[in-house]
């Protein structure tokens, strides 16, 4: 599962649909590598790493922002796929390039599969007039899951815009026109590469969002309007919608009178009249949870903003199935579902208890990464540069584990964990793809020595030296 929240604070320019070829013939020529299972469910979307059938496909390594993208060039930073063996670990002779691109963002919208596509965002590099490079354009493209062909859908003018695909779209948020964009591709040739976005079109699923959330696992997408008539636009309330992504349905979950009492004129009970800022989602089998915060104006000028709190609530009937949290506003949070809340810091908000339940982790830098909630365990960092890998129960006693004592790169990356395999971009290995089993993984061998995690992928230079 990955989750996607994307607040109102990157400038971004207006997205241009690619209206002219940049060249004459196709610059996208790759030797396929045949193969794929476009039949299987891809899992892990919008993450670095996604399972597709018995394939991995992962991002390569990470190289940053640095390096020539001609397309062909890359390895680092680039898509790789491998086979998986019957216990579900990467054949690494298997392993091929299959997007020979640098594959990053700084939103960390990472790429996705469907069916017999790969969707990623790429740097463009390309060159003015004047033989500048450019820094700031990004192309949206996608590539065949066997390599042979690819298609640059788009290109918009920032390398830090949130992104989310969809089978047939590309959703994005510009938070300087508050609108949810989207570029739909379904027009696009079915097989040939393609460079110029022939077929795609532009325009705005949204307009007068403030926040949004959207999860691979859900249909729809989950947005804060703000008053968008000169009539209302005294009052103090905004609304939380959900839109369906071809923009056919956009549902009011919340509004100016959805919490105030019965029968009663919003304006005389202000109190219970709020600005929602969402921050969260959680799929659950039935329906959505929402995580959002609240506040409400207060005093005879109704001149002062009051926290209402942090709330989750299920999206088919927010009202009637809202749960406090926290009295306070949270900004971040690990969300765990309607039943059991979040965690957020070293303490659980299940919004069953009065005060919140301590999570013995430790440290002013703690990140959990991932929670096992069938088994009631925490896989966390106690420190920013991520040296070790710990795990604690929380719904029980017991003292923090080291899983692996490796560095690992979190700074702009998290931690993917996919069925009984942890992959990360290890540190000390100059930020190679690397892998383990964390429910099995042992620390030392039966003499005592240290046992390292695995890598996976090509290109790296001690390679050879490995086989």
Excluded at 187 to 199: H, L, R, T
Excluded at 429 to 434: P, S
């Amino acid at each position: 599962m990955k989750k996607k929240l994307i607040v109102a604070a990157a400038t971004i320019l207006l997205i241009a649909i690619c209206a002219v070829c940049f060249v004459a013939c196709n610059p996208y020529k790759w030797k396929g590598i045949g193969g794929g299972d476009p039949d299987a469910t891809a899992e892990s979307n919008g993450g670095y790493v996604v399972k597709q059938g018995n394939y991995l496909y992962f991002i390569n390594g990470y190289a940053g922002y640095d390096g020539d993208n001609t397309f062909g060039t890359p390895q680092k930073n680039a898509i790789v796929r491998a086979e998986l063996d019957a216990d579900g670990a990467v054949k690494n002779d298997t392993a091929k390039v299959v997007v020979p691109k640098l594959v990053h963002n700084s939103a960390d919208g990472g790429f996705a599969i469907f069916k017999d596509w790969i969707y990623y965002a790429t740097y463009n590099s390309d060159k003015d007039k004047n033989g500048t490079a450019s820094t700031t354009k990004m192309d949206f493209m996608r590539t065949k899951i066997d390599g042979s062909a690819t298609q640059r859908i788009a290109q918009i003018n920032s390398r830090t815009m949130p992104y989310f695909f969809t089978e047939n779209r590309i959703l994005y948020f510009d938070s300087d026109q508050s609108v949810i964009n989207y570029i739909d591709f379904s027009g696009m040739p079915k097989s040939k590469s393609v460079d110029n976005g022939k077929g795609a079109v532009a325009g705005v699923l949204a307009e007068h969002v403030s926040t949004v959330v959207w999860d691979y696992a859900v249909d729809k997408a989950f947005y804060v309007k703000t008053l968008d008539g000169t009539t209302d636009s005294y009052k103090n309330y905004n609304e939380i919608h959900s839109i369906t992504f071809d923009g056919k349905t956009d549902k009011v979950l919340a509004t100016e009178n959805t919490f105030v009492a019965n029968d009663t004129d919003p304006n005389a009970d202000s109190l219970h009249v709020y600005k929602y800022s969402l921050v969260d989602i959680y799929p659950e089998q039935d329906d959505v949870t929402l995580y959002y915060s609240k506040t409400y104006m207060y005093g005879s000028s109704s001149s002062s903003t009051q926290d209402a709190g942090t709330f989750c609530a299920k999206a088919s009937d927010i009202k009637n199935t809202e749960k406090m949290l926290k009295t306070t506003a949270l900004t971040s949070l690990y969300p765990l579902g309607y039943e059991e809340g979040a965690f957020s810091g070293s303490s659980w908000y299940d919004g069953n208890s009065e005060t919140p339940i301590p999570v013995e982790v430790t440290g002013s830098s703690t990140t959990i990464h991932y929670v096992d909630q069938k088994n009631g365990i925490i896989y966390y960092s106690a420190s920013s540069s991520a040296s070790e890998l710990d795990k604690i129960s929380y719904k029980g006693e017991g003292n923090a584990d080291i899983v692996i004592a490796e560095s690992m790169k979190i700074d702009e990356l998290k931690l993917e964990f996919i069925g009984d395999r942890l992959y990360f971009f290890a540190t000390s290995d100059d930020n190679w793809m690397h892998t383990i089993n964390f429910l099995t993984f042992e620390k030392t061998d039966a003499d005592g020595e240290k046992i390292e995690s695995a890598y996976i992928g090509v290109g790296r230079p001690e390679e050879e030296e490995d086989k």
